[in-house]
């Protein structure tokens, strides 16, 4: 993990300051190539799968009421 470390810190940020569903799930896209191509394990997808998970649920509850 050592090798991806890095980039696995970059692929959580990224997570973590999406400002719309649109750029999340693209960065969540990216995310699993990454992986899937690198055969990362669970344990070391799980903190960007969690802020992935974190971010949705924040963008979730934000919906503006101009919206409705």
Excluded: C, H, N
Excluded at 5 to 16: A, D, F, L, P, V
Excluded at 36 to 64: C, F, H, N, W
């Amino acid at each position: 993990m050592a090798a991806y470390e890095q980039e696995i810190k970059q692929y959580e940020t990224k997570m973590r300051a999406a400002e719309t569903m649109t750029g999340l799930l693209t960065a969540m896209s990216s995310w699993q190539s990454f992986a899937d191509s690198r055969g990362l394990s669970a344990e070391e997808r799980r903190p960007v799968d969690q802020a992935y998970m974190e971010a949705e649920a924040r963008l979730i509850t934000q919906v503006k009421p101009t919206l409705w």
